[in-house]
């Protein structure tokens, strides 16, 4: 077989069959490699390829979800080695599962491309460079303590004015694209929200409706407090006892998405601990990717005789605070807010939960919100957890795609419901354009404020400082 690299049309590759097979899954090893029956329910229809990112990048086949089930099959014959260019098609997946929502066949692909990944891991070995920029991740994104020290500095860099100083001395230039990426994603730090702490129990207003436990999350907690603290504040008033246990830590979603399953699995069963004894009756995320991956850890958890059951127990109980809101209905009074939200779906919220009308649903409750959907809605903003900053350059073409979709319904805010989908479309904007998680747009019209005049103020301010600074502009 012969196949064309993404990078370079010219050049052509011939692949060779590796030299020793024989462990019974080709190139993977036993341990969970990609099912042949999920992978021969592909009929190659190519429903799914309008809704691919890398796809509509590149026209690749190979880049696409039936030619990246077709490279399963050929890794699972052992008609192909584990090299850097098999390898390549699989990272430029974003996981965003849009071509499970598409696939007329049921197509799993969802878990055919989580068998892969860790398979990758296990199997592969990659470049001293991409191994020390991955390490560099995950010693710093599942672990809130080092993102808040990490604050601290990108704090100091941004009162310096340190893009700026980047830019004007033709340094940021001459850095690698995926440090570029690092200093042009880095949320902003306000030093007076690092030491806020989601309290352990907040009670009900009123008559308790329902004991929930809340996932406060890594990044979240940190560079989105406000987030946090306005999803207590709105459980709360929809009659929910709200528990957030001091001791949870990293979900492990990230990792799970990169295919780092023992990081996975290990913070999988340190979360289960930390929730076992709580009593809640639901588990709530307002984090689209973590989320996901809390209502995996039946799967996740499937070989562990200690944790099985209990994971499927946990998993049960996960939901969306939209999903729950929807569910429980309102009884808190709002008050208006008077603008046009356009909604952007989470890829691991509207494909991989398959939770799309919840949110409208819950945002439609705000009297004088008038919210638009945005074109090519099915397809990925580019970040997708650590893929902006592994895969900057696609996800950069896929960013600035978004914004110019968000940009032709002229909206006067945006709502989504994960951070890095926030992060990455700030990155790209043109402009100040106010930006919220759902569930900010709900606790502002239960208190009765305007977070969208507030947030416009808020911006008049910042241009005020920086027209002040000597030599800005």
């Known amino acids: ?35 042949d029956d999920l992978i021969s329910d592909c009929v190659h229809c190519g429903f799914c390829l309008p809704t691919c990112p890398t796809y509509l990048l590149w026209g690749e086949e ?42 007329p066949s049921g197509v799993q692909y969802d878990k055919l491309i989580e068998a892969v990944r860790p398979q990758l891991e296990r199997n592969h070995s990659r470049r001293w460079d991409d191994r020390a920029f991955r390490g560099m991740i995950f010693s710093l994104f599942p672990y809130p303590s080092r993102l808040r020290v990490a604050a601290v500095f990108g704090a100091a860099y941004e009162r310096i004015g340190g893009h700026r100083l980047l830019e004007r001395s033709g340094l940021l230039k001459f850095l690698p694209k995926r440090l570029q990426a690092v200093e042009a994603l880095m949320p902003p730090a306000h030093l007076r929200d690092l030491a806020k702490r989601t309290p352990a129990f907040t009670p009900a207003v009123g008559t308790a409706r329902r004991r929930v436990g809340f996932l406060t999350g890594c990044v979240q907690r940190v560079f989105f407090a406000d987030v946090n603290a306005a999803t207590v504040r709105v459980l709360s008033a ?8 001091r001791k949870q830590r990293c979900c492990g979603a990230l990792s799970e998405h990169a295919g780092r399953e023992p990081e996975a699995l290990d913070r999988a069963r340190r979360l289960i601990d930390a929730f076992e004894d709580t ?53 808190a009074p709002r008050h208006p807010i008077e603008a ?56 950069e073409e896929l960013g600035r795609r978004k914004v110019d979709n968000v940009l032709s319904v002229s909206p006067d805010a945006l709502a989504t419901s994960n951070p890095g989908c926030l992060l990455q479309i700030r990155r790209y904007w043109p402009g100040d354009l106010p930006m919220f998680h759902p569930v900010e747009l709900l606790d502002a019209s239960i208190r ?15 241009l005020e400082a920086r027209t002040a600074e000597p030599g800005t502009f």
């Open 238 to 245: 929809e009659g929910c006892d709200v528990v957030a246990p």
């Open 1 to 35: 077989m012969t196949q064309p690299t993404r990078h370079d049309e010219n050049q052509r590759v011939t692949v060779e069959p590796p030299a020793a097979v024989g462990n019974g899954a080709g190139v993977f090893d036993l341990h969970h490699p990609p099912s």
């Open 279 to 331: 009593g809640v009756d639901t588990i709530v995320s307002n984090v689209a990717g973590c989320g996901s991956s809390l209502k995996e850890y039946a799967r996740l958890l499937r070989d562990d005789p200690e944790y099985a059951e209990r994971a499927a127990a946990f998993s049960a109980k996960v939901r969306d605070v939209s999903e729950l809101l929807a569910e429980l209905g309102p009884v």
């Open 340 to 395: 046009t939200v356009a909604y952007h779906d989470a890829c691991h919220l509207g494909h991989a939960q398959g939770v799309r009308a919840q949110p409208r649903a819950v945002l439609g409750t705000i009297p004088g919100l008038q919210m638009t959907d945005i074109p090519e809605a099915e397809i990925c903003c580019g970040s997708a957890g650590i893929y902006n900053l592994v895969n900057p350059e696609p996800a």
């Open 448 to 462: 009765g404020v305007d977070p969208i005049a507030a947030a416009g103020r808020r911006s008049q301010d910042k």
């Open 62 to 103: 190979m880049d696409s979800p039936r030619g990246r089930i077709y490279l399963m099959k050929i890794g699972r014959e052992g008609s192909v080695p584990l090299d850097d260019t098999y390898t390549q098609h699989f990272d430029a997946c974003l996981g965003c599962m849009a071509c499970v929502t598409a696939c």
